[in-house]
């Protein structure tokens, strides 16, 4: 009871110095928190969603997606014929049941050639008005569609979009271009997080999405009364036979759920990631702050052994002291942690995805994981501190404030550190060497979390030699003000290294991810400029196929020499060596793709590829399976008939363009496929005549206006493009990693403040025998700075040789350039000169403001 009353007394007589320590933790806790209640909050907004729209029962082609996504090559949903709705209809315990058509493989465009879809990436759906889909959607505004002139909108697109009654829009689909006039504007009655969804009546669905009448997509099937979904569902098999794919609704349920599970699974872990790199962050905040309260505190720690304490008991009051920090923390850490989620919830609308406050979903393992994380987090990180505190002999009571032992680190903790770095670098140089990426990967991910730990280990040693060179460099133009800032960030490295180790975690991943990056884009181009022949590629970013119409409207612009059609399908592929390898990816193409992509080719001619019953295959591919030229692959084409392909060309395996494809032309693909399963092309290649590219880039665009979800790029905009695809990227990365960085900020503030009030006589004494203010402030401002920079450049070398290491496993997927962004890691170098500016500002005014008299009498 004593050693909780002395606890409490020291933790509220210092809570002014635990502040920035609580905030640290909330912060760490709030991102945790922010994300589980965020992804709970998703998962149950499409749980909800999931639940309302999908019927008892459900009855699609076999091979037809669970989620109800369009997957065939050809641009058109798989179907079953009208006759099984009949039978459907005849089973036992059927209420009703209906045909339903829909398609995702589809672009919706206003009067003005616009595209409708969600910015967000969410689906773009077209399908019948039906019954199951009344259940859900309310019509606010003029009516349900009938006939072919009418269209009915999603009242959130519509008012995204600004759409109204009477508005024209246009469907287009691998069936062509269907114009119509909106007739209505539905509203769901549960949330919407982000598909924009059009209605057209059935008759027309079929007409525009499929191109013939009499076929669903789907069978909606209610049961009657007393009646479960699995009876239903055996009812309807009974009657059907196994050519058909029956779903209960909640089989449907989970297989929507599934395909955006791996999505929120990656969104979620990775953000919990980048909150644990904040909470590691954050434990270099607090050991210090405690290490420097037990330093101020050492004669009032000694003089409570002199009186009695045992070692466990100023132990103890220190750890109790971490455990309210912890607890304190903790809690407003959840609250902020909903905030957070919430704040996360409206910004995901500002980019389309509408989620509401109605579904926040708050389970109580959010809070109870939260305050645990943040209170053992805690603990833990005061557990070196508590142990000095306790080692601290009553004969302390007789001395200054502060331990000798903390003017320099230990030499056991340098050989460990030592020897740590070393085993990260040679790991680091394993997989640098290394020559499969999966082998090196391992290497890299060890070498990484030794050499961190190593440089967290060593910083103390490290501190005590670079703050130096940069007091040579930097502080000593500023004469004794700038001496005096060297020696106290030297005063204490092992003070120094932790809170440097802090800011050089954030930045030795910002630096690794800019040099990946950098280099990535470097090869890319590189590539680019060596392997492709072509002047324009067209493509829809969403992945979504070329549409007939689209492919002649570029085969038709003036000024354009040849256009090569590119396609991809599946096949199982039987070889020589009597294996068969199911569902492998093959490429058909024009001739003229062997001439607009020139793909290294270890034997052969890849043009010979494009011969009939010809094809390439890989160079892994070919050692796998004892395939040389000449050999024959028995190949079953996806939704097509067996031939028989000669192997005409072997090319590498590496790249970045196409890596590890194998290729065939689209004229042998016609020969096993018929024609109304044929796949759409998923790119154009388009090359100009002499003389006339900028000619045929700008009619290229103009063709393609009524098509605004294919993009035309010449090989200058494509570069700028997968830049921008990465840069993006790592704005996000950046922006996760910021919150660690706001947390080593708050360290080195933290840092500064404490030395101040242990520096408070000191400070005294220096103001009377005559350092001004300004002076004063100055010190402690450089100090702040070589502190900062101390961590910087530990964090930009540590993180370019981890980047320039993954890059060499790049290479061996084809990323062969290394290219190190000086701009970027000059420039982060800079802004951290200006972040210890930055976070001396308060602690510099503080000191500065001191009273004379009252600091020198300062005990």
């Known amino acids: 009871m004593t050693v909780l009353k002395t606890s409490m007394r020291n933790f509220f007589a210092h809570k002014g110095r635990m502040a920035l320590s609580a905030i640290a933790v909330l912060l760490s806790v709030a991102f945790v928190c922010g994300t589980l209640v965020f992804t709970d909050t998703m998962n149950t907004t499409f749980d909800k969603l999931f639940a309302a729209t999908a019927s008892d029962v459900t009855v699609s082609n076999k091979d037809a997606s669970d989620s109800g996504e369009t997957t065939s090559g050809n641009g058109r949903p798989p179907v079953v014929q009208a006759s099984v709705l009949d039978e459907v209809k005849a089973a036992d315990g059927v ?231 912890g607890v304190i923390g903790s809690v407003l850490g959840v609250g902020a942690g909903v905030g957070l ?101 391992l290497w890299l991910g060890l070498g990484v979390v030794l050499s961190l730990v190593g440089f967290v280990i060593i910083g103390p040693v490290l501190a005590s030699g670079m703050v130096r060179v940069l007091g040579v460099v930097l502080l000593r133009a500023f004469g004794p003000v700038g001496r005096m800032a060297e020696r106290n960030a030297l005063r204490n490295p092992r003070r120094t290294g932790a809170t440097g180790a802090a800011l050089m975690i954030g930045l030795a991943l910002v630096a690794c991810l800019s ?72 490429t058909a193409a024009d001739p003229t793709y062997a001439t607009d992509l020139q793909v290294e080719t270890i034997a052969g001619k890849l043009a010979d590829a494009y011969r009939p019953d010809s094809m390439s295959v890989h160079e892994d591919f070919a050692k796998d399976h004892d395939v040389v030229l000449g050999s024959k692959i028995e190949v079953a084409f996806k939704d097509g008939t067996t031939g028989s392909l000669t192997v005409r060309a072997i090319t590498s395996s590496e ?18 496929v018929p024609a109304e399963k044929m796949p759409l092309d998923q790119l154009l290649f388009a090359s100009a005549e002499d003389g006339q590219k900028d000619a045929a880039y700008k009619a290229l665009k103009d063709s393609l206006h009524g098509f605004p979800q294919y993009e035309v790029r010449d090989q200058t905009d494509y570069k700028e493009a997968l830049k921008d695809q990465i840069g993006q990227l790592l704005n996000m990365i950046y922006g996760l990693l910021a919150l660690a960085i706001v947390v080593a900020i708050l360290g ?49 070398g540590l993180g370019m040789g981890w980047g320039a290491t993954a890059q060499q496993l790049l290479a061996l997927e084809g990323l062969k350039v290394l290219d190190i962004p000086w701009p970027t890691i000059i420039g982060v170098f800079i802004g951290s000169a ?9 602690p510099a005014f503080r000191a500065g403001r001191m009273n004379v008299l009252n600091a020198i009498a300062t005990e």
């Not at 434990?283 to 720690?301: C, D, G, H, K, P």
């Open 748 to 796: 080195v503030v933290n840092t500064l403040a404490l030395s101040v009030v242990e520096r408070t006589r000191e400070i005294g004494l220096m103001r009377a025998i005559g350092l001004s203010r300004r002076q004063l402030r100055r010190m402690i401002r450089l100090e702040s700075v070589v502190i900062a920079l101390f961590g910087a450049l530990l964090g930009l």
């Open 95 to 325: 209420k009703s049941a209906e045909g339903a058509v829909s398609s995702t493989s589809v672009t919706v465009v206003d009067g003005d050639k616009d595209n409708l879809s969600p910015t967000s990436g969410g689906p773009t759906i077209v399908g019948s008005w039906n019954a199951n889909d009344a259940r859900t959607m309310e019509i606010t505004s003029g009516a349900a569609p009938k006939g072919a002139e009418q269209i009915m909108v999603d009242a959130d697109t519509a008012d995204k979009h600004d759409l109204k009654l009477g508005d024209e829009i246009g469907v287009i689909s691998a069936v062509g271009t269907h114009t119509a006039k909106i007739s209505g504007i539905a509203e769901f009655t549960v949330t919407n997080p982000g598909a924009a969804i059009f209605y057209v009546d059935t008759e027309t669905a079929q007409r525009i999405l499929i191109g013939e009448g009499g076929v669903y997509t789907s069978v909606n099937v209610t049961a009657a009364a007393g009646v479960s979904d699995e009876q239903l569902k055996k009812n309807v098999l009974a009657g059907l036979g196994g050519e058909y794919k029956v779903l209960t609704a909640e089989e449907t349920a989970d297989a929507n759920r599934e395909s955006v599970g791996d999505f929120m699974s990656v969104m979620k872990y990775a953000m919990l990631g980048f909150a644990g790199i904040a909470f590691l962050v954050g434990i270099f905040l607090i050991i210090n702050t405690f290490s420097m309260l037990v330093a101020q505190r050492t004669r009032e720690i000694g003089l409570m052994r002199a009186i009695g304490s045992s070692r466990r008991q100023v132990n103890r009051s220190v750890l109790v002291e971490a455990l309210l920090l």
């Open 515 to 586: 040099v990946v990056g950098s280099s990535m884009v470097a090869s890319a181009t590189e590539e680019l400029d060596k392997t492709v022949g072509t002047d324009f590629i067209i493509q829809d970013d969403l992945g979504q196929p070329v549409t007939p119409e689209a492919v002649e409207a570029v085969k038709s612009t003036p000024g354009i020499d040849r256009v090569t059609q590119y396609k991809w399908t599946e096949a199982d592929f039987t070889t020589p060596d009597g294996r068969t390898t199911d569902d492998t990816a093959i």
């Open 655 to 672: 790249g970045v363009v196409d890596a590890g494809a194998m290729y065939t032309s689209i004229d042998t693909l016609a020969t096993y």
């Open 341 to 441: 989620a919430v704040g996360l919830m409206k910004l995901m609308g500002l980019v389309g995805m509408e989620l509401s406050t109605n579904d926040l979903t708050v389970a109580w393992t959010t809070p109870a994981l939260g305050l645990l994380l943040g209170v053992v987090v805690t603990v833990l990180a005061a557990y070196l501190p508590a142990r000095r505190a306790g080692k601290i002999s009553p004969m302390a009571a007789l001395r200054d404030a502060g331990t000798p032992a903390d003017a320099r680190a230990g030499w056991i903790r340098a050989a460990i550190g030592l020897v740590l770095t070393g085993a990260g670098g040679a790991c680091l140089y394993l997989a640098g060497t290394a020559d499969k990426a999966a082998d090196g990967s």
């Open 834 to 842: 200006f972040v210890g500016l930055f976070a001396a500002l308060v």
